[in-house]
C-alpha cells in the first residue's frame, strides 16, 4: 500500500517554481480540504491507515511596509487583497508572497521553526499552534570536499609543469571549519535566514545530532568537525531567533505520543522522511496539534555553481586548455530565474560561444545550450529551485 500511495503522489507532482504560472491562477485559488477533528484524526493514525492525497489550506507568507514579516493568510484573503490594491503579490525561492500597501496591526502569534538536520536531506517546518504554513524537504550540500580535493590537485599539478604559478600560502587563516563542514551549516542558515523573512519566527527547535568518536585518542574524545559545525549553526542562528536543542531520543518521544511513523527509506520525496521530526520539534515548541494538519512538501535542491577556474582539468586539441567557470553567463547570473520565448521559466546555467544554457527547474536538466540572451527575460535571483508535492490529509502512517 505504501509503495502504491508514494507512486500516487508523484503522479501528482504539482511544480510550483518562481513565476512558472500566473498568480490568478495558483496559488490565488483557494484550496478545499476536507475537515476533520482531532479525535477522529487520531483514530484514524492510531489505526495505521495511510489515507488519499489531498489538497490543503494554503497560507501566504504577508510582508508589511517595514519589510517585516507578519502573521501567513489564507489564498482567498490574499486575492481579495490585491484585487482591491491593498498588497502587491511576488514570489521568493517559489512561494508566492503578498506585501502590504498600508500600514497594519502588528499582532503576532508565537510562530516555530523546527529543524531536522541530516547528511543527505534535512526536514525544516514552520508552524504556529493554530496552522502548520510550510514543510521543507531540502538536499544537502555534498559535493565540497570533492571539489576542494578536485583543486587542490590541479594546483599541485600546476606547480609540477613548466608553467607560472604563484608561491604557496603556508599558514593561511581559514578559521576552525573545514570547507564541507562550512558548507553544509550555511546551506541550512540560508535556509533558515530566508524563512525568518516571510514568517515571524520566535523560536528555532533544532534536533542535536551528536558525532560518533571512537575515544581512542586524546584528540578524537571530544572534537570532530561535525561538533564543531554544529555549534558554529547555533550561534549564527541564535541571532535570527532563540534556539532550543532535542536530543534524538527525545524527538523519537514526541513522534511517538503523536502516533507517527519515520520512515526507512531516508531518500524518499514523503512527509514521513523528514519533515516528521521537525514537524513534532515545532509543535513541541507551539503546541495545538495531535496529528498533522499540513503534510505538503516544498523539497529545495541547492544550485551548484562552478566558480571561475584557470582552466578545465584535461587539455583540448593541440594543447590547450580552455577558461572554466565563472558566476556570469552573457549578462545573466547563474542560477538566475528566465522566461525563454520557447522554453518558459528556466534557470540559467554555463555559456558557450555567444549562447547561454538553459535549465528546467523541476529536475536541473539542461533543457538547451544555444539560447540567445535577448530571448531571455530576467525574474529573478536564485540559489536553489524548489518543486511542490501534494501531501495526505492527516499525516502519514503509523503503520
Not at 489538497?55 to 507568507?61: A, E, G, M, R, V
Not at 512561494?95 to 541530516?118: E, H, K, W
Not at 542562528?237 to 534524538?248: D, F, M
Not at 513522534?255 to 519515520?262: E, F, H, I, Y
Amino acid at each position: 500500500m505504501a509503495k502504491v500511495l508514494q507512486k500516487a503522489v508523484r503522479r501528482q507532482l504539482n511544480v510550483l517554481d518562481v513565476a512558472v504560472q500566473s498568480t490568478s491562477k495558483v496559488l490565488l485559488q483557494p484550496s478545499t480540504s476536507t475537515h476533520v477533528s482531532r479525535e477522529e484524526a487520531h483514530t484514524r493514525v492510531s489505526s495505521g491507515s495511510r489515507l488519499t492525497a489531498t489538497k490543503t489550506t494554503q497560507y501566504i507568507p504577508v510582508i508589511g511596509t517595514d519589510r517585516k514579516p507578519l502573521m501567513p493568510t489564507t489564498a482567498s484573503r490574499a486575492r481579495r487583497w490585491i484585487k482591491l490594491g491593498k498588497a502587491t503579490p511576488f514570489w521568493s525561492k517559489g512561494v508566492f508572497c503578498v506585501r502590504l500597501n498600508a500600514p497594519s496591526g502588528n499582532v503576532r502569534q508565537p510562530v516555530a521553526c523546527g529543524i531536522d538536520p541530516g547528511s543527505k536531506k534535512e526536514g525544516l517546518t514552520v508552524k504556529s499552534s493554530i496552522h502548520t504554513f510550510l514543510n521543507i524537504q531540502a538536499d544537502a550540500v555534498t559535493w565540497v570536499k570533492d571539489a576542494v580535493e578536485t583543486r587542490r590537485n590541479m594546483r599541485r599539478i600546476r606547480r609540477n609543469r613548466n608553467t607560472p604559478y604563484r608561491q604557496p600560502r603556508y599558514n593561511r587563516a581559514r578559521g576552525c571549519l573545514p570547507p564541507s563542514t562550512k558548507a553544509r551549516w550555511d546551506w541550512k542558515l540560508r535556509l533558515a535566514s530566508w524563512l525568518s523573512k516571510l514568517y515571524p519566527i520566535s523560536c528555532f527547535v533544532v534536533e542535536d545530532i551528536k558525532a560518533r568518536t571512537t575515544g581512542r585518542r586524546r584528540w578524537d574524545r571530544s572534537f570532530s568537525p561535525l561538533e564543531v559545525g554544529k555549534w558554529y549553526f547555533y550561534t549564527e542562528l541564535n541571532r535570527l531567533a532563540p534556539v532550543e536543542t532535542k536530543q534524538g531520543w527525545e524527538t523519537k518521544e514526541l513522534r511517538d505520543a503523536a502516533g507517527l511513523k519515520k520512515s526507512g527509506n531516508k531518500m524518499s520525496e514523503t512527509f514521513d522522511a523528514h519533515c516528521v521530526d521537525s514537524w513534532v520539534l515545532a509543535n513541541w515548541s507551539t503546541g495545538g496539534h495531535l496529528v498533522p494538519d499540513n503534510t505538503q512538501l516544498l523539497c529545495a535542491t541547492p544550485l551548484r555553481f562552478h566558480r571561475r577556474q584557470l582552466h578545465v582539468l584535461q587539455p583540448a586539441e593541440g594543447g590547450i586548455r580552455k577558461l572554466y567557470g565563472g558566476t556570469r553567463s552573457l549578462g545573466f547570473k547563474r542560477g538566475s530565474i528566465v522566461r525563454h520565448t520557447g522554453r518558459g521559466t528556466v534557470y540559467v546555467g554555463g555559456t558557450m560561444g555567444n549562447r547561454i544554457s538553459l535549465h528546467s527547474i523541476e529536475d536541473g536538466s539542461r533543457l538547451t545550450q544555444g539560447a540567445k540572451p535577448s530571448d531571455c527575460k530576467f525574474l529573478t535571483f536564485a540559489g536553489w529551485r524548489t518543486r511542490l508535492l501534494p501531501g495526505l490529509q492527516s499525516g502519514v502512517s503509523a503503520a
